[in-house]
C-alpha cells in the first residue's frame, strides 16, 4: 500500500540549533516528492518538489535531499518564523495520486 | 496569499444535511484540486478536475461529489454529513493538469473548517 511516514511528530529546538526532518515512503514508481509548510489557519505553502534520488534543493535556511526511499528536510540555524508544521506528499507513477504524510510540528524557542 | 479562495471558512451544520464549499482557482490555472484535512489522517486527495473534466479521484466518498464550472471554480458537494466528516476542506490550484513539472506547483487556498454537530 502507499504511504508517507514522516518524523518526528513533533520537534522542539532552540534557536540556531540545526536539525533534520525525515519523509519515508513506499509509492509504485515515484513520479515527485513535495514539501510543504503549514502555518496554524492556513493552508500548506509550496516549499520544494524533489524527482530522483540525489537531487537537492535549498532555499534560505532550508535543503530538501531525496533518496530512493526517504526525503529529508534539514533546517539549518533555525529561527522563530521557521516554526510551523511541514509536510511531505508524493506523487505516484500514474501522476494522478497523492498521498501526503501527517506532519512535523516544529517550534523553534528564541 | 496564494491567490486560491475558497469560502466559506467556516460551515456548521447537522448530520443528515448537504453543504457546497467553494474554490476559486489562481488565474491562469486550469487544475482544482479537493483535500480533506482530519487530525489523525493528516491531508488526504480527494479529487482532481482539470479545465472542466475530472482528471483524477482520490479517497473520495461516494456521498460526495465536485465539478469544475466553465469560468474555472470548483464546488465540493456533501451529502448525508456524519459526524466523522468534519475536518478542513483544502482546495489548491494549478497550471497544469499533471504535477511533476516544475510550473506545476500546487497552490492551497485557505481552507474551509466544515463541523458537523
Known amino acids: 500500500e502507499d504511504q508517507v511516514t514522516q518524523s518526528p511528530e513533533a520537534l522542539r529546538l532552540q534557536e540556531g540549533e540545526s536539525s533534520s526532518l525525515n519523509c519515508s515512503y513506499t509509492?509504485?514508481?515515484?513520479?515527485?516528492l513535495f514539501w510543504y509548510r503549514q502555518d496554524p489557519g492556513k493552508g500548506p505553502e509550496f516549499l520544494f518538489t524533489l524527482y530522483s534520488a540525489g537531487e537537492e534543493k535549498e532555499k534560505e535556511r532550508l535543503k530538501a535531499t531525496l533518496t530512493k526511499k526517504e526525503s529529508f528536510l534539514h533546517i539549518t540555524a533555525p529561527k522563530p518564523e521557521d516554526s510551523a508544521t511541514y509536510l511531505c506528499?508524493?506523487?505516484?507513477?500514474?501522476?494522478?495520486?497523492?498521498?501526503f504524510g501527517t506532519g512535523t510540528s516544529l517550534t523553534v524557542i528564541p | 496569499d496564494s491567490g486560491v479562495t475558497q469560502t466559506p471558512k467556516h460551515l456548521i451544520t447537522a448530520t443528515g444535511q448537504r453543504v457546497t464549499l467553494r474554490c476559486s482557482p489562481r488565474?491562469?490555472?486550469?487544475?482544482v484540486y479537493w483535500y480533506q484535512q482530519s487530525l489523525d489522517q493528516g491531508l488526504q486527495f480527494l479529487i482532481q478536475y482539470y479545465n472542466g473534466e475530472e482528471r483524477a479521484k482520490g479517497n473520495i466518498l461516494e456521498r460526495f461529489s465536485a465539478q469544475q464550472f466553465p469560468d474555472l471554480h470548483s464546488e465540493l458537494n456533501l451529502s448525508s454529513l456524519e459526524l466523522g466528516d468534519s475536518a478542513l476542506y483544502f482546495c489548491a490550484s494549478s497550471v497544469g493538469g499533471s504535477l511533476g513539472l516544475a510550473k506545476n506547483i500546487q497552490y492551497f487556498g485557505a481552507g474551509t473548517r466544515l463541523s458537523v454537530l
Open positions: 488565474s491562469g490555472d486550469l487544475s
Open positions: 509509492v509504485s514508481g515515484l513520479r515527485g
Open positions: 506528499a508524493v506523487q505516484d507513477h500514474t501522476g494522478n495520486q497523492f498521498y
